[in-house]
């Protein structure tokens, strides 16, 4: 068993193999990545993905050469607009309220494209259009929506599918169960990791060590400590070893913490969902994200969100949150017959979520009672106001037409009714049974609070010199600065593989065995 290491990885989720992969591209010739969790937990949070990856991309003919799954007679009924450098950041600094470090902001954004066409080249990433999540069939065209179009086959069980394949080409060494315990520092310079395994600590050198170990959503303790006692509550949507072990060992050798510390990810979340931890066959099929087609109830009846306040993927990072809040922390998203068909089969399934379903409303919420819901009145007026919120507005604006791949300003606040809190698209009369309900509490993906690093190395900066921690780099989720508040879907992903980039070539460097990107196909 080797001791020495050119680079060591801290964690196998996507940005840690993004790390590793860059490394070996650069030119390093050991590298390592040990992880925490056992074989069968592979991949960290980026198993439990959709595999979503948001880039700056110049429209339909840009992405086209790097996914999978469409056809030239497909190709010529899709409509996709250009996503910008500006779209990106303005997105980002939009849903943080200013408040996200403007130049890792820039950072990542500019380098997002070349990141994923890297992931698909070299990687071997299979992307794919992401039709059943982010396009809608409109007047038989398909139209993307929300800026993002990149999945990946088979979500991110595809993603991590494909590192692990790549890491075997490349020969990078994984070592499960063997979570990091310290890190080796000499004279202010990062020189190596302690490692447990097989019971012992193991002292390995390194020339770099990169940490990638994702954020402290799976500790209860942490949670309340940093989010707030209700978060304990929450369910975790995916590894439940994350901790917050990376953050304890920087903070040990001077790291700098920085972020949104009392900030998170957090979905709509199937109730019925494990508690602790994601499972591994469902994943990311608990989330429940089709509120934007109907509206959500606390246990009440009373609506507490703006369903159609923007683009689902601009708000279901925050909702989570806001259900976490209602009394017993749990919610009901309702919809009439007229959008069951738009509901992703692959989230709202027989065999997927449970179903409250009724032919009229006063049959649906007697159902609800058995499942919560606590005032069978309130319920029942708050759908009766809404339908006639909607629709006033219908009539006093009938040109206006449905339409989910655009803000189509279909609302219930018109000259005669305005309710107390809107909804400020999509709107449709609930009236069109059968009637469909489907209870949905708070699932935690990752947290915002991280480690400050330096925007083109990715280099982990220390909180006494505000300058880099020589050998010490971080990536993914346990990067702080970048999100606030919330979060626009995909940008994680890509996050990762941007500083894992950005790490694994600085690693190189310190070995002296530094190489220029691009000498490889692929591995």
């Excluded at 609506?303 to 809040?325: M, P, S, W």
């Excluded at 339908?387 to 006093?396: L, P, T, Y």
Aim: proline letters at 4%; a negative charge; one cysteine or more.
């Amino acid at each position: 068993m080797s001791t020495h290491y050119d680079c060591i990885v801290v964690g196998s989720g996507h940005a840690g193999c993004s790390a590793a992969l860059a490394a070996v591209e650069a030119g390093c010739t050991s590298v390592l990545i040990v992880e925490k969790a056992p074989h069968d937990w592979v991949g960290g949070n980026g198993y439990f993905t959709a595999g979503a990856h948001r880039t700056v991309h110049g429209g339909l003919q840009d992405l086209l050469p790097i996914v999978r799954n469409v056809t030239p007679e497909q190709a010529s009924k899709i409509d996709m607009d250009p996503y910008t450098v500006e779209d990106f950041i303005g997105d980002i600094k939009r849903l943080g309220q200013d408040k996200p470090d403007a130049k890792l902001v820039r950072s990542m954004v500019e380098s997002s494209r070349e990141a994923v066409e890297w992931l698909a080249r070299i990687i071997g990433i299979p992307f794919i259009l992401s039709f059943h999540r982010q396009a809608y069939e409109v007047n038989g065209r398909q139209k993307f929506w929300g800026g993002m179009a990149l999945s990946t086959e088979d979500g991110g069980k595809g993603l991590i599918k494909a590192h692990m394949k790549a890491l075997e080409k490349a020969g990078v060494e994984i070592w499960f169960e063997s979570p990091a315990v310290r890190l080796r520092v000499e004279k202010g310079t990062i020189t190596g990791l302690v490692v447990q395994t097989d019971g012992m600590e193991l002292d390995l050198s390194a020339s770099s060590v990169v940490l990638a170990a994702g954020g402290y959503e799976s500790s209860s303790e942490l949670r309340a400590k940093h989010l707030g006692s209700e978060w304990e509550k929450a369910r975790v949507r995916g590894t439940p070893f994350n901790t917050g072990d990376g953050f304890a060992m920087a903070q040990a050798v001077g790291a700098k913490l920085v972020g949104d510390w009392a900030g998170c990810h957090s979905t709509c979340w199937d109730a019925n969902a494990p508690a602790d931890a994601g499972d591994r066959e469902l994943s990311n099929q608990f989330t429940k994200s089709g509120y934007p087609l109907g509206i959500m109830v606390n246990i009440y009846g009373q609506r507490f969100v703006d369903e159609g306040q923007d683009f689902r993927n601009f708000t279901y990072a925050k909702f989570g949150r806001q259900i976490l809040l209602q009394p017993e922390g749990c919610a009901f998203q309702v919809w009439g017959a007229d959008m069951d068909p738009f509901l992703r089969k692959e989230e709202y399934g027989d065999e997927i979520v449970e179903k409250i379903l009724a032919g009229n409303m006063e049959e649906l919420a007697d159902k609800l009672l058995e499942k919560g819901l606590k005032d069978k009145e309130c319920f029942l007026k708050t759908v009766r106001d809404y339908n006639a919120a909607v629709q006033n507005h219908r009539a006093e604006h009938p040109t206006l037409g449905w339409d989910p791949t655009i803000k189509d300003g279909l609302s219930t606040q018109s000259t005669t009714v305005v309710l107390q809190l809107p909804k400020s698209n999509w709107a449709l009369p609930i009236d069109q049974g059968p009637f469909l309900a489907v209870k949905v509490a708070c699932g935690i993906t990752f947290t915002f609070g991280g480690l400050a690093i330096d925007p083109d190395t990715a280099g982990v900066l220390s909180k006494e010199t505000d300058t880099p921690i020589k050998g010490l780099f971080c990536t993914g989720e346990m990067v702080g600065g970048l999100f606030y508040n919330n979060y626009p879907g995909g940008s994680g992903l890509t996050a990762g593989a941007v500083f894992g980039r950005k790490a694994g070539g600085q690693a190189a460097k310190l070995t002296g065995k530094s190489v220029e990107y691009g000498v490889q196909e692929g591995f």
